[in-house]
Structure formats: structure tokens, C-alpha cells
């Protein structure tokens, strides 16, 4: 195992991270305990996952602050989720139901906000539900392209 | 700041679809200043001695590994970083196989992903703070609340590990209800008889030794947390004193006075004596507000007649004492829903279960003769199962013993009085299991449907009383015994509350987790066992006393401290505004309110980390370390870029 580098590569020419035009930015919020084991099984059952989407774990959906999904969309999100055990599997007994209430609340929110809640997504996924989570991440992210990117939006007004 | 970023090839499963190469041009610019240490598997063996050597060398402000989830190894990579002398909290996983490499089928998507999430996670370690896990000293005693079998049980197991255990029980004897049931279900096995090995390796046994028993007594205030509970318990005196006492109740026999019964529900006992025969301790007790002594009148007959001078002892006093305790096992058991259901309430000859064991036990009120009020035996039985469970009126579930109990009446009703009429009304049968298969099939009595509880109507008198079932028949009734639901009684109920336990809906300690920890309690600390849980038999008291006491000894062990993870909440004095919002929000009750200050306060030893109160504060005074929300923000930026 002698024959790897390490690397410290200053040299390189400075180059940011570049996100190819057009393609939406969505932010998944897992909690730890169900809904990204759900997404590690899906990865482990090799199914499809949109790549513009980033996962930001938390160890449970209820530490999910309304603000920090506005933080999102104010920093250039086009979709944001956040996705939960199920009611009653909370590995933190009830922190999915504060997550789903603030959801709820925070949805209205936003149409006042004038962000159309079609970009944000609240759901369950459990640590058994590769597919299910596959296929919630691909529908939301197909639904936000569909959308008018928001910053456009805001600049018309 | 220097960031060590490991990236790992996971043997090429990860560089199928990552180029690394492009990864490493795209961030090396990053403020983290990246030194980028490239491995073909970072959790191998050989891998993790060289990236402990190469860590401990060039000793990184912050770590990032990108690799496989976190949940699989963020431990090892945390323990690598401490043998390498560097603070394990400053590390940040990047998932890039499960949520990488195998979901995304292009490459350059791939390559694009992987850079942006590393591009947040070295965003996210800038913001780390270093975090320490916290030993603390514990308390390797035990309380143990109930001398009931599951109290009992858990007491026992404990001792047999020679831990010290206190073992509080209100009443003056112990054994809960099964020790006053002669005829246990399914076999018929004497209750006392099998409970008294238990009582004597308790009483006088050598782990008996490490047990401090309290009878007569309550917790009436604790305080503390994990490893360190102060419990104040309130004991009623006995007048008695159990070192002199040997339990012979001449004093029960001179006793001019007689009081009601309350252990047999029927019946009665002198002022100064034991609930039945053969309860343990084998000592009698006073009751106060009986005894004319007490009372302040003229009457000294057990005195005269005691043979040990000083066992009775009229000047005994309440007392109060204070118990140290690492853990606390909650086995205050349950109880039958005591009152009646008007259309039986005043009737004479109905029973509930309790009472009915009582009457079919021996050392019972009729001497196990199953016998009216007026001495005589019944001509008919009438068993009414689901006597306000499954009900609208009474609790909508089912109490899961009582169609067991209802059998065993049946058998043993049968036994006792030749010819006698039994039936069962039932709404609904819950028999599982194989040895109550065997007793169901073999089950004599004539069984009648009904479907509303409070339709169920009584008339007539004597031999001629009948149970008038809504379109069904007259069904004999001169004794009736009702199955009343299991509820958790006052004495769960209050001692739920004073220790602060959740309750579930119908009032039962709940349960951290109703299937993977139903002997835990969501009070780190405190566990749960017997029918305070929920009804139970007598075999799941013995296994979750036994569960609890196995939880209480893996998690205090002598001479090891309770190391505390670090990711906890944290409340900032200074920008706490004293709403409470998050003291009613915390499920597991590790916030309190700090009076004098008005703020509040988390207890590291209780808070799971689950960051609920950091997401609700209006006023984000609270920091949940390890995902505090500069460290989410930074990383949303990352991912955002």
C-alpha cells in the first residue's frame, strides 16, 4: 500500500466550483436516522438520484429551522426539501412532527414571500425506501426545472 | 488553516464515475486551504496507519474525508484523528460513493457533485468548533420503585452483581398482586409458592444482602440526572420494629379492634396485624387511624400480650431519607379500573378480578371457599369479559390478561361448587399462546356473544338474578365477576409525574421505543419494568425486571465514567429571553428552567442531540454543537455555489 501520495497541490490554477447553466440547485435536508439511510439505500441499490441535488445531513428533521430553507432560497436554491422518518418512527420520538408542522406553516410563508411553494418539498422517507427516495428527489427536482428560475422572477419585479 | 481532505478511490468504486484530478483543481483555492491526500481504500488497515502518520505529521486545522456515509465510518475516521492529537469534532464526511458515484451515471455530473459537496463540507469544518467528550463519575447504585415481580426481579439481579439497591414499596408487605393470587394462569401454579423464592432470596438470601428494602414508603422529590439521582423518600411508621418482631401476630389476636380489609376487598383485620397470612415481611403493621392507642384512648392489649419487649413501639415516627442513586427502574405496576359501572354498582356478589382472587385464595377472606356475601355458595357464575375495555364509556384497548383470568375463574369455579352454572359473556377473546390454547379448548362453560357493555342490564334477586343480554338471552347471575381493564392506578400515574416519565395515551409509562426499548424510559437513566409499561402478565414482569436491571448494569459499571457525546445543545445566557419554548419542546426533559437567572438550561447527560430546541429558540440562543447553524449555513453556501 506503499505506492500512494499524498498530495499537496498548490500549483493547480485556481478554479471555483462550476455549476453547468441552467441546471437547478436543490437542497435535500436527511435526517440522519431514516431518510439518509434511505438515500445511503439507494446508492447501495445503485437507483438514480438527481446530481443537482446536495444532501445536508441533520441528525433530526426537527432541527431544521424555517429560516435556514428561506437562507436557501435567498442564497440561490431553486428547490429545497426536507425529508423525515415517518410519523411515529421519529428516532427522536416526535421531532419529525415539529419538522412537518413547521413545513406546513413555512409553505404558507412563502407565497408571501412570493417563492412558490411547488419549491419546497416536505416528506417522509424511511431507511428501507431506496426507491421511494429515488423517485420523491427525481419528481421534485424534474418539478422545479419545469418552474421559472425565481431570480428571474425577482428581477422582473 | 490547513485542511487535510482525504480522498478515497474505495478501490476504484468511487473513481469509476469521480475524477479526483479535476476535484483537486476545482477547490484548491478553497480558504480551507486543502492539502489533498489521495488513498485507494481510506478504511483499510494499512490505509488508516499511514493517514494516522501522515495526519499526526502534518497536523491539519480541519479534516475532510470524502468517501463512503458517514454512518458507516465516521468513527473510525474520528478515532483516527484523535490518535493522530487531533480534535475528532473538527472532521466532516463527505458521502460520496452512496450519494455519489453510485446514483449519478455521468461522470463529469459525478465529478461536478462530488466537488460541491467537498466545496461545502470544506466550508462546513471552518466553521467546527473543538468538542470534547465529557466523563463523568457515576452513582453504580440502583432505586428500584415496587416490590412487585418485576421490582422484585430487577432488585435481585442486581444485588446477585453485588450492586447496592434501594427497593421502595408503598404497601407494608411485597410481592405486588400476584403474591396475594393462589392460582396463577395457565397452570394453576400458587402464586406465594412461586414468588417465595423469590421474597426469601430478597429478604434473607445473600444478594439480599446488597438489597435495603423500604417498605411503607414513596418517593415523594427527586433531583439529579444519569449516574446521579437524589430521590427524598417519605416512610410511613409501622409501629413495629422489624428487629425485635418475630412475626408471631399474638398482638393481631389481642387486638380489640377491626378495620376493613382493603388487600382482600372484602373482610376484615385488627388494628395491628398483616393483610393476609404468609405476607413479607412477616411483620404486623398499625394502622393509625384504627388503633385506639393511637387514637389517644386507653388500650395497651397487644403491648400486654407481645413476648419481645420494645417490638411494638407506639413512638415510631414518619420518617424521611435520601437515596443516591445512579439509576432508577420504575416497577410501580398497575391496577384493575377500580369503580363500577352503574348498572353493577351496590350489587351484592359482584366481584372484580382482584376481589375474585382473593375469594378463590385460600389465605383469602372465605378461606379460598367460593362463597357469597351471606356464606353460601353461588347456584350461578356470570364472568363478563371486556367490562369497559375496547368501550367508548371505559378505555378503547384491550387489556390483553383479563380473558385469561376469565377462564381460569371459570375452570376453578367449576372445581369448587358442584353443579354450578358458569358463563362467560364475551365481546371479545384474546388467548394467545400455546399453554392458553390448551386451557381455552378446554374451557367448560357456556359462553354468550354481547356487543355493548352498557346494555348489559341486571334484574332480579338471589338464585333468580340474570344478566339480560341485549338479543340474547337471560343469562344466571347470583355471582358476577366483571373483568375490568388494567389502567395504571394512581400510584404509576403520580409517580410518572413527580419523575417526570412520559406518559403514552392511556397513562402508562411510556416507552423509549415501543419495540427495540420498551424496558428504557425516555429519561436517560430511568427504566421501565412490569405492568407500569402497559398490562402485563406475570412472565413479562419477571423478563423486563430482569431487562431493566441488565440496562441499569451495562450502563453503569464501576469504576467507568459516563462518557458524555459532546453534540449537544447549548443554551448562550446572554441571548436566552426565558420563553420556555424549548423546556416544552425537548422530549427527553434535559431542559430545565433556571429560576434565578430566567434562562434556561440543557443538561448534556440528557440531551440526545437531536436539535429540536435549536430549530425552535425565537431568539437562536441555542447552539446544537456539531450542527450548529453557522455550520449549516456555511455548508448550504457550499452547496450553493
Known amino acids: 500500500m506503499s505506492c500512494r501520495t499524498v498530495t499537496t497541490d498548490v500549483t493547480t490554477p485556481r478554479v ?25 439505500k439507494a446508492g447501495s441499490n445503485h437507483l438514480p438520484v438527481p446530481a443537482e441535488l ?104 | 488553516m490547513k485542511t487535510a481532505v482525504i480522498l478515497c478511490n474505495c478501490c476504484g468504486i468511487i473513481t469509476q464515475n469521480i475524477d479526483w484530478e479535476k476535484v483537486r483543481a476545482m477547490l ?51 478515532r483516527l484523528m484523535a490518535d493522530a492529537g487531533i480534535n475528532p469534532w473538527f472532521l466532516h464526511m463527505v458521502n460520496v460513493r452512496e450519494q455519489v458515484s453510485w446514483v449519478t451515471e455521468d461522470p463529469a455530473a459525478a465529478t461536478a457533485k462530488a466537488a460541491r459537496l467537498l466545496h461545502a463540507a470544506m466550508n462546513r469544518v471552518l466553521r467546527h468548533e473543538p468538542l470534547n467528550e465529557r466523563a463523568v463519575p457515576v452513582h453504580t447504585e440502583v432505586a428500584v420503585i415496587g416490590a412487585g415481580p418485576a421490582g422484585m426481579q430487577a432488585a435481585l439481579t442486581l444485588a446477585r452483581a453485588d450492586r447496592k439497591v434501594t427497593l421502595i414499596e408503598k404497601e407494608p408487605m411485597i410481592g405486588g398482586l400476584p403474591v396475594r393470587f393462589e392460582e396463577l394462569f395457565p397452570d394453576l401454579e400458587c402464586g ?15 444478594a439480599g444482602a446488597n438489597v435495603n428494602l423500604l417498605t411503607l414508603s414513596e418517593v415523594t422529590a427527586i433531583k439529579g440526572s444519569f449516574g446521579n439521582w437524589t430521590l427524598t423518600v417519605r416512610q410511613r411508621p409501622r409501629y413495629v420494629n422489624p428487629d425485635l418482631c418475630i412475626g408471631c401476630m399474638i398482638c393481631a389476636a389481642a387486638c380489640p379492634v377491626r378495620r376493613a380489609n382493603r388487600w382482600n376487598g372484602s373482610g376484615d383485620m385488627a388494628a395491628v396485624d398483616v393483610p393476609f397470612a404468609g405476607a413479607l415481611p412477616n411483620l404486623p403493621h398499625v394502622d393509625a387511624s384504627a388503633c385506639l392507642k393511637l387514637s389517644g384512648r386507653e388500650c395497651n392489649a397487644c403491648l400486654v400480650d407481645c413476648p419481645v419487649e420494645g417490638a411494638l413501639d407506639f413512638a415510631d415516627q414518619e420518617r424521611e431519607c435520601t ?44 378461606g379460598g371457599e367460593l362463597v357469597k356475601g351471606d356464606g353460601a355458595e353461588p347456584s350461578s357464575l356470570a364472568i363478563v369479559h371486556c367490562a369497559g375495555s375496547l368501550d367508548e364509556n371505559g378505555v378503547p384497548y384491550c387489556s390483553g390478561t383479563c380473558c385469561r383470568a376469565a377462564v381460569k375463574y371459570a375452570r376453578l369455579a367449576s372445581a369448587k361448587v358442584d353443579g354450578i352454572t358458569v358463563t362467560r359473556l364475551v365481546r371479545e377473546q384474546v388467548m394467545p399462546g400455546v399453554a392458553a390454547g390448551r386451557q381455552f379448548h378446554h374451557d367448560q362453560s357456556s359462553v354468550v356473544r354481547y356487543g355493548d357493555f352498557a346494555g348489559l342490564c341486571v334484574s332480579g334477586s338471589g338464585v333468580g338474578r340474570v344478566i339480560a343480554v341485549p338479543g340474547g338471552p337471560l343469562v344466571p347471575a347470583e355471582m358476577i365477576v366483571l373483568c375490568r381493564p388494567v389502567v395504571p392506578g394512581k400510584g404509576t400515574a403520580d409517580l410518572a409525574t413527580l419523575l417526570e416519565l412520559d406518559r403514552d395515551g392511556e397513562g402508562f409509562a411510556a416507552p423509549l421505543h415501543d419495540l427495540s426499548g420498551s424496558c428504557s424510559s425516555v429519561v436517560k437513566g430511568m427504566y421501565l419494568a412490569g405492568s407500569c409499561r402497559g398490562p402485563g402478565d406475570m ?23 459516563l462518557i458524555i457525546d459532546p453534540q449537544v445543545a447549548v443554551v448562550d445566557d446572554r441571548l436566552c429571553a426565558g420563553c420556555k419554548t424549548c423546556i416544552m419542546l425537548c422530549p427527553y426533559q434535559a431542559i430545565t428552567w433556571n429560576g434565578s437567572d430566567r434562562v434556561a438550561y440543557v443538561e448534556d447527560l440528557l440531551c440526545r442531540g437531536c436539535g429540536t430546541c435549536v430549530a425552535a429558540c425565537p431568539a437562536g440562543a441555542i447552539t446544537g454543537r456539531g450542527f450548529s447553524r453557522d455550520m449549516l449555513r456555511a455548508e448550504l453556501e457550499g452547496a450553493l455555489s
Request: proline share 6%.
Open chain 1, 16 to 40: 471555483q466550483p462550476s455549476r453547468s447553466t441552467g441546471a437547478p440547485r436543490v437542497v435535500a435536508f436527511l435526517c440522519n436516522w431514516c431518510s439518509y439511510a434511505g438515500a445511503d
Open chain 1, 54 to 157: 446536495s444532501v445536508i445531513r441533520v441528525m433530526c428533521s426537527g432541527r431544521v429551522e424555517p429560516v435556514l430553507i428561506l437562507e436557501a432560497f435567498q442564497k440561490g436554491a431553486d428547490g429545497v426539501m426536507v425529508l423525515a422518518c415517518h410519523p411515529g418512527d421519529c428516532h427522536y420520538k416526535e421531532g419529525n412532527l415539529r419538522a412537518f408542522c413547521r413545513a406546513e406553516l413555512l409553505a404558507r410563508l412563502m407565497v408571501q414571500l412570493g417563492v412558490d411553494p411547488r419549491r419546497f418539498y416536505f416528506g417522509y422517507v424511511s431507511a428501507a425506501e431506496a426507491e421511494r427516495f429515488s423517485r420523491v428527489t427525481l419528481e421534485f427536482v424534474q418539478q422545479v426545472r419545469a418552474l421559472a428560475p425565481p431570480l428571474a422572477e425577482d428581477r422582473k419585479g
Open chain 2, 28 to 78: 484548491a483555492n478553497h480558504p480551507a486551504n486543502p492539502v489533498f491526500i489521495g488513498d485507494d481504500l481510506a478504511c483499510g488497515a494499512d490505509s488508516i496507519d499511514r493517514l494516522r502518520a501522515v495526519l499526526a505529521e502534518e497536523q491539519p486545522d480541519r479534516v475532510v474525508v470524502a468517501a463512503c456515509s458517514p454512518r458507516e465510518h465516521e468513527n473510525t475516521f474520528r
Open chain 2, 192 to 206: 406465594p409458592c412461586l414468588l417465595e423464592p423469590v421474597m426469601s432470596e430478597l429478604l434473607h438470601g445473600h
Open chain 2, 323 to 366: 437515596i443516591v442513586a445512579g439509576a432508577v427502574i420504575v416497577a410501580s405496576g398497575a391496577e384493575e379500573m377500580q369503580e363500577l359501572p352503574a348498572a353493577f354498582a351496590g350489587l351484592e356478589d359482584v366481584h372484580t378480578a382482584y376481589t375474585m382472587e382473593r375469594l378463590l385464595a385460600a389465605y383469602g377472606p372465605s
Open chain 2, 539 to 561: 412472565r413479562e414482569a419477571f423478563a423486563t425486571g430482569t431487562a431493566a436491571a441488565g440496562l441499569a448494569l451495562s450502563e453503569l459499571v464501576p469504576g467507568r465514567d
